[in-house]
């Protein structure tokens, strides 16, 4: 097996939907952080050539650029003789991207894949019922203006009519973060795992998480992610503005604060409140694998590299367990255990899925309640505070859903590589019930 490094990774700064990347669809997104990794590649003489192929991580896919990593790797300046593909695993997408680009290079197939990510929450679309659809197409089909009227007339009463649900408008952001296979909106399903006894969660717990996690990332900010993010132009109305910073840390945060807010997903019983789950925001990131043979002979840089991946499916209506058990079947495979990572890197999706994720882990007795039938029903350890989401995570930054598994690995290496450690574990839930987990080493 050939060894998979890391030359290089960073991200864009995450801001919030509806904000200063508003106005930036996916594709440009991506294309601008292609074009900022080719620079990189102008200051090691490398030729832009070298990359044998280029893979997306995007789940809400823009509808005119249906293969948004071909349509970022021309816009970002690569070569049209270059092929690209896009995956999409929902929240796991980033790593699963990495994890292909590994097997690409094990296999020998290639010696240098380029990994870029983007997702516009910002720009998911609205749709129109099917009856409101057809009034559209009857409008534009019609040939005359006599025949213009009957469709106007209906589409005018169907639009004013949007009390009614058959002609209210369907918002895709809603419709993507709502799992078909049980029905539930992805903060429902945090709430099962909030309610459920077994892990004995309050809200209390939720919040002083989230409270955290800003604390974290406020203190992490002008130095920590300076050092991953990558300043990009982005075009406005008055021109171009440079972004820079992550826009949603709530620097002065507190938990009185967090407990005046209602809770948003089961609004008479639930504890789960856009305070303690993750921020709907938009970025973009990149990152360089190459074997590392080649690496070597052409004397680049190295964060680290690729180590072993597991993934694991589960019950969709409490997805967000299933990191503990993609992370005990990778310890498991690896025969590692928590104590040899020094940086645990875990989605933030919900509070809730964290708290009870690092419950079970510690508890025999939950991993052979949820994972028993898997063969993996011993608790893997305590994961200290200090090891976890080191400097925040999705609540404070926010989580874009195709990107955020990128920002993991980033996160993780660039910190594994200020403590001079060994290795780093990333996890992360996906709706639709799985659960993602990836070792990544140091240099």
């Known amino acids: 097996m050939r060894k998979v490094a890391i030359v290089d990774g960073f991200r864009t700064a995450f801001c919030k939907e509806g904000t200063q990347f508003q106005d930036v669809e996916a594709d440009l997104l991506g294309a601008l952080v292609v074009r900022e990794m080719l620079q990189r590649f102008d200051n090691w003489n490398l030729p832009n050539t070298i990359v044998d192929r280029v893979i997306g991580s995007n789940v809400a896919t823009p509808p ?31 790593v699963a991207a990495v994890h292909y680009g590994r097997l690409w290079i094990e296999s020998g197939s290639a010696d240098t894949i380029l990994i870029a990510g983007a997702e516009s929450m910002s720009r998911i679309p609205f749709f129109y019922q099917p009856g409101v659809t057809q009034s559209f197409k009857n409008l534009v089909g019609a040939k005359t203006s006599s025949a213009k009227i009957a469709p106007l007339f209906r589409l005018y009463l169907q639009l004013f009519r949007f009390w009614h649900k058959d002609y209210q408008p369907l918002i895709g952001l809603k419709l993507g973060l709502t799992d078909p296979t049980c029905d539930l909106i992805m903060g429902m ?34 130095k920590i992610f300076r050092e991953e993010i990558s300043p990009i132009y982005v075009p406005t109305q008055n021109g171009h503005v440079c972004v820079e910073l ?50 070597r002979s052409l004397g680049l840089p190295t964060l680290g590299y690729v180590g072993d ?84 995570g999705a ?22 590589n200020r403590r001079e ?16 987990a990836m070792i990544v080493e140091g240099k």
């Open 64 to 94: 005119h650029a249906p293969n948004v990593a071909r349509v970022m790797a021309v816009k970002g300046g690569l070569p049209a003789s270059i092929p690209a593909d896009t995956l999409g695993k929902n929240c796991g997408s980033g």
């Open 189 to 222: 399903t945090a709430e099962n795992l909030a309610k459920d006894p077994s892990f004995g969660m309050t809200r209390q717990d939720q919040d002083m998480f989230a409270c955290r996690s800003h604390h974290k990332a406020s203190e992490a900010q002008e």
């Open 246 to 295: 992550d826009n949603g840390i709530r620097h002065d945060q507190t938990m009185e604060a967090l407990q005046k807010l209602k809770p948003f997903f089961d609004k008479k019983h639930g504890t789960v409140t856009i305070g303690n789950s993750s921020q709907v925001t938009d970025g973009a990131a990149c990152i360089l694998l190459m074997c590392e043979e080649k690496a």
């Open 309 to 392: 991946y597991e993934d694991i499916g589960f019950d969709p209506s409490r997805m967000g367990l299933s990191p503990a058990g993609a992370m005990a079947k990778v310890l498991k495979k690896t025969k590692l255990s928590l104590n040899d990572f020094s940086v645990i890197e875990l989605n933030e999706a919900f509070a809730a899925i964290v708290l009870a994720c690092v419950r079970t882990m510690a508890s025999d007795a939950l991993m052979q309640k949820w994972f028993g039938s898997y063969g993996l029903d011993r608790a893997l350890g305590e994961v200290d505070d200090s090891v976890l989401n080191p400097h925040g």
């Open 395 to 416: 609540i404070a930054l926010g989580h874009p859903v195709g990107v955020s598994g990128m920002r993991l690995i980033i996160t993780a290496l660039r910190e594994m």
């Open 421 to 436: 450690a060994e290795r780093a574990l990333v996890s992360a839930c996906i709706g639709g019930g799985q659960g993602i």
